[in-house]
């Protein structure tokens, strides 16, 4: 099982980061999630980051995704690097992610 | 304390000082508690100007994104704005729940919150920056593209009456000269960073309750078209020929933001030009440029330069009308002495008149939820009780 990423479906609600960060560590925040989202405002470019355990990072990029890309994630020197991040255990089997995205961005496939 | 952080900072700009105020339990989880403690904040300190987020920002009730900008007015009632996007919910991660600011800067410079921590940046070539320069300025100075910047321009800079606030590049959200609050506080911009966490009271059950009230609200509400499923004229061929992707405010299942490419081809997915288009939201003004006659190409540059000059487009369009097409910022400024405060309350698809009376518009911006998103899908907060329940452990 893993997540797939339609990068192009993404709002950048931004509820994947709060449900992982709230799965992980019972609290509601943009620093622990194990996805993220990477936006350039401006340019309304918009996407989402996973770490995942087997694939490394999964840039999902609205030209497309792509595994195993080194990344630093969305994020400055007071933020935590993706990197340093705990990766994804897909929720014990029922990743919540895939259940809070309200466009079908992320879904689980087997 | 679920929700909150329990405390505001009080910065005052004349002198440089901060300091903390404990907030308690009872003080922050009423209905509308943000309201009224933004109000005694601004009261208590000489009238200051409060940048605050409502009780449920940041939890996973749909569209709780809102936060508040609250600023005493001369009849000694007050303004109050949303803080759409990211920005509420990154205001209240950054470690507090109200941003008290009083007294006047002796130098120019913006306000720089995070982690805790709040300070004032002196930066006088500031008054030399439109509202986008100042928001990527600080974002390039601190490093860190996400960081949420509330910006005035050059018409907050001179306290003019049809003066707006930036959030993040856009004007999108209702009320006219409260940037002239900044202005008068040599304040050109506010940026905040969320890097906190909030507690919830039962994180499974809220989890579980926040989803089913979401599908609920996407099998009522439908797919949505961005900015076209809450106003018609966003269906306009002319619209849809410059639209790039839709984009929501945090939590947001059935966003209104559509972003327009004028600058490049709209259907460029990649990183291109530095400043392709803009993202609209402001329903009223897009409205008043339409039924100005003028199509969507030139309002959205109409849009991008009242955007960077922090003045309100419907002043500017009710003005010039399709003088103002092509105009520049400069120019803008030099017609300044033409353009008079609007009341867009009452306009159609402004965020004040989304709900159906001032009453709930109020209760949303104090419980920190999007009053368009809610005016659409029905504001009726029982319907939500689960989801609040578990996330502040009481029923409102």
């Excluded at chain 2, 979401?214 to 809450?230: C, P, R, T, V």
Aim: glycine fraction near 12%; include cysteine.
């Amino acid at each position: 099982m893993r997540l797939n990423l339609e990068s192009l479906r993404c709002v950048g609600c931004g509820l994947c980061e709060s449900v992982c960060s709230l799965n992980r560590d019972s609290v509601l925040t943009a620093m622990s999630s194990s996805i993220i989202l990477h936006i350039e405002d401006k340019v309304n470019y918009f996407g989402l980051v996973l770490k995942t355990k087997d694939d490394g990072l999964v840039v999902a990029r609205p030209e497309g995704s792509s595994p195993g890309e080194q990344h630093p994630g969305s994020d400055g020197p007071g933020a935590k690097p993706i990197l340093l991040r705990e990766p994804c255990d897909l929720c014990g089997g029922e990743p919540k992610c895939a259940k809070m995205c309200p466009t079908g961005c992320i879904t689980v496939v087997d | 304390m679920y929700l909150r952080n329990g405390r505001a900072a009080i910065i005052d700009l004349s002198t440089g000082d901060l300091r903390e105020r404990e907030l308690t339990e009872d003080a922050l989880s009423g209905e509308m508690s943000s309201l009224e403690l933004s109000s005694s904040l601004s009261a208590e300190n000489g009238g200051a100007l409060v940048l605050g987020s409502g009780l449920l920002t940041g939890s996973l009730v749909p569209a709780a994104c809102a936060g508040m900008i609250f600023s005493p007015d001369e009849d000694g009632e007050g303004m109050v704005s949303p803080i759409m996007g990211m920005a509420g919910v990154e205001l209240k991660l950054s470690g507090f729940d109200f941003i008290v600011i009083k007294g006047e800067s002796p130098e120019a410079g913006y306000l720089w919150v995070r982690d805790g921590i709040a300070e004032f940046v002196p930066l006088p070539e500031m008054l030399e920056m439109d509202s986008w320069a100042r928001t990527d300025r600080i974002r390039v100075d601190q490093g860190d593209r996400r960081i949420q910047v509330i910006a005035s321009g050059p018409f907050g800079d001179g306290k003019h009456i049809s003066s707006r606030l930036v959030t993040n590049h856009w004007l999108g959200e209702d009320e006219v000269g409260l940037a002239s609050a900044f202005g008068k506080r040599r304040l050109c911009a506010v940026a905040f960073r969320g890097m906190g966490e909030l507690e919830v009271a039962d994180p499974e059950a809220h989890f579980a309750s926040s989803v089913n009230l979401q599908k609920d609200h996407i099998m009522k509400l439908g797919a949505s078209e961005g900015l076209a499923s809450y106003f018609g004229g966003a269906d306009a061929d002319h619209f849809k020929e410059i639209r790039h992707r839709v984009i929501g405010c945090f939590g947001c299942p059935h966003p209104c933001r559509s972003y327009a490419k004028v600058n490049e081809d709209p259907g460029k997915m990649s990183m291109g030009v530095s400043e392709p288009g803009y993202l609209h939201y402001d329903i009223p003004s897009l409205k008043a440029a339409f039924d100005a006659g003028i199509d969507s190409v030139d309002a959205t540059r109409i849009m991008m330069a009242c955007s960077k000059a922090g003045v309100d487009p419907i002043s500017v369009l009710s003005a010039l009308g399709k003088d103002a097409i092509g105009m520049d910022l400069a120019e803008l400024i030099s017609k300044s002495s033409l353009f008079g405060a609007m009341d867009r309350s009452r306009l159609q698809g402004s965020f004040t008149g989304a709900v159906s009376d001032s009453k709930s518009y109020s209760r949303c911006i104090s419980l920190g939820l999007c009053p368009r998103y809610w005016g659409k899908v029905g504001f009726d907060i029982s319907s939500a009780s689960l989801s609040i329940e578990s996330a502040i452990g009481k029923l409102l």
